[in-house]
């Protein structure tokens, strides 16, 4: 089992900026997360990528999102951020943390935190 524990969501104004954490607690599984990343999901809509990072740093991000937010990884903290600047309305949504990692029998589980939503008023 591994769990994962979102925080830094908020209101915030059109322009300004939040930062997301997210850390990682639970089994020894921990220490096989590979990918990390932040997902975002409207109500009804399907989840929708924000941004990844692989365990040697490598990088993805959504087109609506570059240049905007940056995704940071501690691996000794078992922590991923998620940097968020120059915030517009249309980013407001709950943002969901995953971890992929694996089990005990040796295959990938995707494991989600519970969500923290951000509200970007204009």
């Known amino acids: 089992q591994v769990q994962l524990v979102e925080s830094g969501g908020g209101l915030v104004q059109a322009g300004g900026s939040l930062r997301l954490s997210c850390a990682a607690s639970?089994?020894?599984?921990?220490?096989?997360?590979?990918?990390m990343g932040w997902y975002r999901q409207t109500s009804g809509l399907q989840r929708e990528l924000v941004a990844t990072?692989?365990?040697?740093?490598?990088?993805n991000y959504a087109d609506s999102v570059k240049g905007r937010f940056t995704i940071s990884r501690d691996n000794a903290k078992n922590t991923v951020y998620l940097q968020m600047n120059s915030l517009k309305p249309e980013d407001t949504d709950v943002y969901y943390c995953?971890?992929?990692?694996?089990?005990?029998?040796?295959?990938?589980?995707?494991?989600w935190g519970q969500g923290t939503r951000v509200t970007v008023s204009s």
């Open positions: 995953n971890a992929v990692h694996l089990t005990s029998r040796g295959t990938e589980y995707s494991s």
């Open positions: 639970g089994s020894i599984f921990i220490f096989t997360i590979n990918n």
């Open positions: 990072i692989t365990s040697g740093g490598s990088t």
